[in-house]
């Protein structure tokens, strides 16, 4: 019988996750059955997400919500069989039964040369993210100005890079030197560190004098307050994230953004990664294609040990990681 350690949210947070809302506990895993099988986590996933979700979709003692590359060690299921890998929804936890419904296998034809961590990043729902935030929402055309938030992250540095790939000028906005300079490397046109400049107004106006025709949100707040009047006439905002309002115990008010945008005419849409799942094998083949070519480049921020989930997930909100925070069993 196999022991799976899990991570537990042992009371919900308020404000800043804090370590003594996590705990570490043992659970015994009964034997696969028919059509089910037995994962054993290889990689596992911290997302901002689960800050917000852990208030909407968990209780109290729940495993904590998440993402992970597995590999199947027992099955008896033939869509899955022993050695495969698959990304698959099953929190986090080092061993999971499934039965199928909760995971993914990894595409065919997966190189060997591509780190499989890659799957819950830049070629996964991360990537994903990106890609559909600026060509489903956006529309984003080539010859347009992009501004891009949390840039050096997991979605936020793919989508630079995707709207470089289509002809585009991309100002991005990041919260250490380190990260601007990796904005750089990335061939963003524009990157500053919003945390050390001046004044945020005149540093997205010097950076694009004639404004944004597309804002890939993923902040919220004061910096989306700022932003928001940058925009040109018909300018697109996908609102991805908000993560700097999620750690909030009193909701944030004001400035609000009607009157820009009434008189910008601007279009304001919030979305999901899930609504193009139909899309996700085409477009995952895309990104690999591009990752494959060189075209995109996917920069992991790695913290060793399961042990080590709560920290890694509070030092990704802390903004630790320089692209996709990923922990390996
Ligand atoms: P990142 O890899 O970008 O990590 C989070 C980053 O957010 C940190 O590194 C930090 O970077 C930045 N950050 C943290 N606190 C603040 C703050 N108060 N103000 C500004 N920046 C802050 O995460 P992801 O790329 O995975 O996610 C980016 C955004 O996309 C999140 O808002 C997330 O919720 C959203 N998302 C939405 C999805 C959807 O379907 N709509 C799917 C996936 C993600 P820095 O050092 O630059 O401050």
New binding site residues.
């Given amino acids: 019988m196999v022991q799976a350690k899990t991570w537990v949210l042992k009371q919900h947070f308020e404000g800043f996750p804090k370590h003594t809302d996590f705990e570490l506990k043992l659970e015994q895993l009964s034997e696969p059955r028919d059509g089910e099988v037995l994962l054993e986590a290889v990689f596992l996933s911290v997302?901002?997400?689960m800050r917000?979700f852990s208030r909407v979709r968990m209780q109290a003692g729940d495993v904590m919500i998440g993402t992970q590359v597995a590999k199947v060690i027992q099955s008896n299921s033939p869509s899955f069989p022993v050695g495969c890998h698959v990304v698959g929804r099953c929190g986090w936890r080092t061993h999971t039964v499934s039965n199928g419904s909760d995971i993914t296998k990894i595409l065919d034809d997966w190189p060997q040369d591509v780190s499989l961590s890659h799957a819950l990043g830049a070629i996964g729902?991360?990537g994903l993210?990106a890609l559909y935030?600026l060509e489903e929402v956006c529309a984003i055309k080539s010859g347009e100005t992009l501004l891009v938030?949390?840039?050096?992250?997991?979605?936020?540095s793919v989508a630079g890079q995707i709207a470089k790939l289509k002809g585009c000028k991309v100002v991005g906005?990041?919260?250490?030197d380190d990260?601007v300079a990796y904005l750089k490397e990335l061939g963003f046109d524009q990157a500053f560190n919003?945390?050390t400049v001046p004044s945020l107004e005149e540093v997205l106006k010097n950076a694009s004098p004639e404004g944004y025709d597309c804002y890939f949100e993923?902040?919220g707040?004061p910096?989306s307050s700022v932003a928001i009047p940058q925009m040109k006439t018909f300018g697109r905002i996908a609102v991805?994230?908000?993560?700097?309002l999620?750690n909030d115990t009193t909701p944030q008010t004001g400035p609000y953004p009607h009157l820009q945008m009434i008189f910008k005419q601007l279009k304001m849409e919030?979305?999901?990664?899930?609504r193009w799942e139909h899309k996700n094998v085409e477009s995952l083949k895309r990104m690999l294609t591009w990752v494959q070519e060189g075209k995109l480049k996917c920069k992991e921020h790695v913290t060793v040990g399961f042990e080590n989930m709560p920290a890694a997930f509070m030092g990704?909100?802390?903004?630790?990681?320089i692209?996709?925070?990923i922990v390996k069993v």
């Fill in positions: 997302d901002p997400y917000p729902m991360p993210t935030g938030n949390a840039a050096a992250g997991a979605v936020g906005s990041a919260g250490s990260k919003y945390k993923n902040v707040g910096f991805c994230g908000g993560i700097s999620y919030g979305f999901l990664v899930g990704m909100l802390r903004g630790e990681n692209g996709k925070a």
